[in-house]
């Protein structure tokens, strides 16, 4: 049985499907994909060809390849590259890992989400499709989902995270988080 600090394609999938129809109505197929090297800069032909993007920080636990010691983080980045074109959306996503601070050993692990932060996390991502694909207003667009109960963390360690290595992370939004 999978455990939350899995990293778990098939259930942001999952979720992606489920929720689809109800985020996005419209006849428009949308799918999901996965890419563990995209960044947050899109070149002026990936602009052109209608890529937008969206940066979410949430939360998730992790748990060392090599070590076995599992943390708790609050300051999770999952980058989002979406668009729709000729009829058709495109949803990639890639999760930001995290290196164990036991270990220290630059392997950066993927996060495991608990199933309401990928809910959270992908209904952003259509308010956004909604936005900047279908010209919809959204009411919640600038508002961004309740935050979730207080979990107190020590603080972000940008030596231990993939994101702040890559110049991606969201630290500096509100509230703490740690890595390791």
């Known amino acids: 049985m999978a455990r939350s600090t899995d990293w778990l394609p098939s259930l942001w999938m999952e979720i992606f499907n489920d929720l689809l129809d109800y985020e996005l109505d419209n006849e428009d197929p949308w799918t999901l994909h996965f890419n563990y090297s995209i960044t947050d800069k899109l070149t002026a032909q990936e602009k052109n060809r209608g890529w937008k993007i969206c940066c979410t920080c949430t939360q998730a636990e992790f748990k060392c390849g090599s070590c076995g010691k599992t943390w708790f983080s609050a300051r999770v980045t999952v980058l989002f590259r979406y668009r729709l074109r000729r009829g058709r959306g495109t949803v990639i996503m890639r999760p930001f890992g995290q290196s164990c601070l036991t270990c ?24 956004k499709i909604r936005k900047n694909c279908y010209m919809e207003n959204d009411d919640n667009n600038d508002v961004d989902a309740a935050p979730s109960p207080r979990r107190y963390t020590k603080p972000h360690k940008s030596t231990l995270c993939q994101a702040c290595r890559e110049g991606i992370c969201k630290q500096d939004d509100d509230g703490n988080g740690s890595a390791g």
């Not at 993927?110 to 959270?120: M, Q, Y």
């Open 104 to 127: 220290q050993d630059d392997e950066f692990d993927l996060p495991g989400f608990a199933r309401k932060t990928v809910e959270d996390s992908l209904v952003k991502v259509f308010s």
